[in-house]
């Protein structure tokens, strides 16, 4: 298939509201835990991105039935939590980290055999995070590399019940040992460095699983059933990011981002923006189905470089690439540390912004985790390359917004693994 590339110009302004779709870790969850439950779970605001696709066809493929309506909501007929049915074929999570780790985690506490694999990138991920604890438990799993790298080839067991202390704060790890968890004989315990996003604690308990929650761990007891309920889906506060990045960055921006996630495990990026001296007000706020939610006013703000690490490293994950978007256009030095995980996401991260900002002109300089980059100037045009990861398409188009000259992007597919009308938005605010 020949790649896509995108040319996009600067923008004179963003102004007026939008919306951007659904949560991706959210809709990911309510497809496992709605196939899981007893009863008929209703879902709005479902996100219809490609790494959601990939986890509803393999959840169908084990014999669920799930409805999408023409409203975009999923009708999900849960089966129980031993009511799956072994998958005829290998089960494809295509790009989807989560998919393939949460269902690791899933896979190794049934009565049957399975196979996950996925897209070349994700072939290339670290899967021992969640094959070696899960072998601890007592799951027999096989992959290629020592069981490192997927295809893997899960045969099905009874669990038993352990406590692990992740050495990453990772709510894949967490969420695929809470779900193994269900499964095994007695208390799970999963200890992490930091807080890592809490969708699965929070979704599990509102299908009325007890989970206790604890400063450093979370625990589950197995044996427990999960109760249909209605979900609603808020907005993906890491789609948000890049056009609260886009506002805060072109001059004359005044745009309100509708119906955004905040739960404080996932909101660093509004921390570190604000830090950085933006100007983000939240209103509306509320909480839909157990998730914090607000109404995001973003203006054109004089951005100033900060340090970035610790806990607020895990709580804004996925948005570092958008970040340092707004790095680059800050005056002074942002210096982002502790953020090792981002080299091993849908790419390298910490590689690929680095070449990204170095087309268009940007002073950085990369450490084993993470970067400095030096702000100020206007980025120069260019032509760069997603490598194939959804994030880095999208932040190099928010850069182009307030570049001298056009920004190509070659490889842009990919952004349909997670928000498939980014384009569409983003041409209302293209001169
Ligand atoms: C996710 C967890 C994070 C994040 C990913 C989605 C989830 O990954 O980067 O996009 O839905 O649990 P890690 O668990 O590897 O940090």
Known sequence: MMSQTKTILSSAGLNGEIVVPGDKSISHRSIMFGSLAEGTTRVSGFLQGEDNLSTLNAFRAMGVEIEQCSDGDLIIHGRGVRGLQEPVDVLDCGNSGTTIRLMSGLLAGQSFFSVLTGDQYLRKRPMGRVVNPLAEMGATIWGRQQGQCAPLAIHGRPLKASTYHSPVASAQVKSALLLAGLYA?????????????????????????????????????????????DLLVPGDISSAAFFMVAALIVPNSELLIRNVGINPTRSGVIDILKKMNGSLELTSQRVMAGEPVADVLVKSSALKGIEIGGEDVPRAIDEFPVISIAAACAE????????????????????????????????????????????????????????????????????????????????????????????????????
Request: aromatic fraction near 6%.
């Open 185 to 229: 004989d007695g208390e799970t315990t999963v200890y992490e460095p930091h807080l890592s996003r809490d969708h699965s604690e929070r979704m599990l308990r509102h299908f009325g699983v007890e989970v206790t929650s604890f400063d450093g761990g979370v625990s589950i007891v197995g044996g427990q059933s999960l109760h249909a309920c």
């Open 332 to 431: 002074g030095t942002t210096v982002i540390r502790d953020a090792r995980e981002l080299r091993v996401k849908e790419t390298d991260r910490i590689a690929a912004m680095a070449d990204v900002l170095g087309v268009l002109g940007v002073d950085v300089a990369t450490a084993e985790d993470g970067m400095s980059i030096i702000g100020g100037e206007q980025f120069c045009g260019g032509s760069v390359n997603s490598c194939g990861d959804h994030r880095i398409a999208m932040s190099s188009a928010i850069a182009a917004l307030r570049a001298k000259a056009p920004i190509s992007i070659e490889d842009t597919e990919c952004t349909a693994t997670s928000f498939p009308n980014f384009w569409e938005l983003l041409t209302q605010f293209n001169a």
